[in-house]
């Protein structure tokens, strides 16, 4: 069965960097892509970056040229290395895999249980 655990969230002021990690315990038939997402307080789960099978990259325009997503397909771990941090960066960080589980017919959606990111002033 297959979980993700992430890792590296905290407390940074503004201008700050933090780095997440998301590891993948379990076994995959097939990865499509490894993301992340965030959760604002009073908002809704946004996506902030995606890594596909390919080795291509997406960003939210929000944090494009601070942020860097990166996978490792070898141990299904994915990071976030987040410069510049802002304040409107402040949120729960969610890992998300899609992909396929061995004998799975059809896609499938996994998910962290988050991690807070939180800038102060």
């Known amino acids: 069965q297959v979980q993700l655990v992430e890792s590296g969230g905290g407390l940074v002021q503004a201008g700050g960097s933090l780095r997440l990690s998301c590891a993948a315990s379990g076994t995959f038939a097939s990865i499509n892509a490894m993301t992340w997402y965030r959760q604002a307080p009073g908002k809704q789960r946004e996506l902030v970056a995606e890594f596909t099978s390919a080795g291509r990259t997406n960003y939210a325009d929000s944090v494009k040229g601070r942020f860097t997503i990166s996978g490792n397909n070898a141990n299904n771990t994915v990071y976030l290395q987040m410069n510049s941090l802002k304040l409107d960066d402040t949120a729960v960080y969610y890992c998300?895999?899609?992909?396929?589980?061995?004998?799975?017919?059809?896609?499938?959606?996994?998910w962290g249980q988050g991690t807070q990111v939180t800038v102060s002033s």
């Open positions: 998300n895999f899609v992909g396929r589980e061995p004998r799975v017919v059809g896609v499938q959606y996994f």
